[in-house]
């Protein structure tokens, strides 16, 4: 992962809450929640928040006397995020590094993070963390993106992309979103960082959207692929956009389209 991977900033977190969030992110979001719900937890933990599509869809199946506390290490995502939640006296916002989490030990009954540890530059030092400000019988819930072959709009538009710039493609996706996909290395992580009951499911869903437009400009400009795309050449965001819809097209129809997307969801016990 390049440093540049992680700064998500300008007009990229209203973007990605408008065009990601709705293509890729609400199923697991839904999931992620209902699973978060199911261990009753009084005090929550959510790292890595990003737009908040986790904390809408887990707030209200919280109980009134839970404590959830939201982070990110982007403050305008953070931003965003309170942005578009209602008032609700239980829930605390902080902009918060996962790799050094500002809480006391044993502080929580859950850890949640959904799509944010691909972009951990250390990941057992995330995991550490977490088990640190877990309480003794707390878990630890996440989610990474598979590989990229198995999310088949994010690999349209990766390799419309290198058609357009075949001596330098653009790779965010492939390298970070969907670059710490290998269930064994997660394992190990996690194991390295004292977690000895770890449990991963894979599950697939389908991303559906209105129309081929909708998933090239989720992917070319509601996420840090756009800055990939406009340091290649100056200008060609719209017409880099453009391909990428026509490809999606070719292969899916111009009307709704819906493809594959799959995860990995993670649930770790102190």
């Known amino acids: 992962m390049l440093e540049a991977d992680k700064v998500f900033a300008g007009s990229i977190p209203e973007n990605y809450d408008r065009h990601m969030v709705p293509l890729i992110f609400e199923a697991y979001a839904a999931e992620t929640a209902r699973r978060v719900a199911s261990f009753s937890p009084v005090a929550v933990l959510e790292t890595a928040t990003g737009t908040g ?5 887990l707030a209200p199946k919280l109980s009134p006397g839970a404590s959830y506390t939201v982070t990110d290490l982007n403050q305008p995502m953070l931003d965003y995020a309170a942005s578009r939640q209602g008032p609700d006296s239980r829930i605390t916002w902080r902009q918060a590094d996962a790799l050094k989490l500002p809480f006391d030990d044993a502080a929580f009954d859950l850890v949640c993070c959904q799509f944010g540890a691909m972009f951990f530059p250390d990941r057992s030092a995330a995991y550490r963390e ?4 877990l309480k003794p019988g ?3 819930l996440f989610s990474v993106w598979d590989r990229i072959e198995e999310n088949i709009f994010a690999d349209d538009v990766t390799n419309a992309l290198a058609t357009i710039f075949p ?4 790779r965010f996706l492939a390298r970070t979103p969907h670059g710490y996909h290998d269930k064994v290395l997660i394992r190990s992580d996690l194991e390295v960082a004292g977690f000895a009951d770890v449990a991963i499911e894979t599950r697939a869903e389908q991303s ?8 090239a400009v989720a992917y070319c400009q509601g996420t840090l692929l756009r800055n990939e795309i406009e340091a290649r050449e100056a200008g060609r965001l719209a017409s880099a956009t453009d391909y990428a819809e026509s490809v999606i097209a070719d292969r899916h129809g111009h009307g709704e389209v819906a493809a594959k997307i799959q995860a990995h969801i993670i649930v770790a016990a102190v």
């Not at 599509?53 to 869809?57: E, F, L, Q, Y």
């Not at 001596?167 to 653009?170: G, M, N, Q």
Request: aromatic residues 4%; proline residues 17%.
């Open 208 to 215: 559906r959207a209105s129309s081929p437009r909708v998933p």
């Open 130 to 133: 977490a088990k640190r400000v």
């Open 167 to 170: 001596h330098d493609p653009p």
């Open 138 to 140: 707390g878990h630890f």
């Open 53 to 57: 599509a986790v904390t809408r869809a």
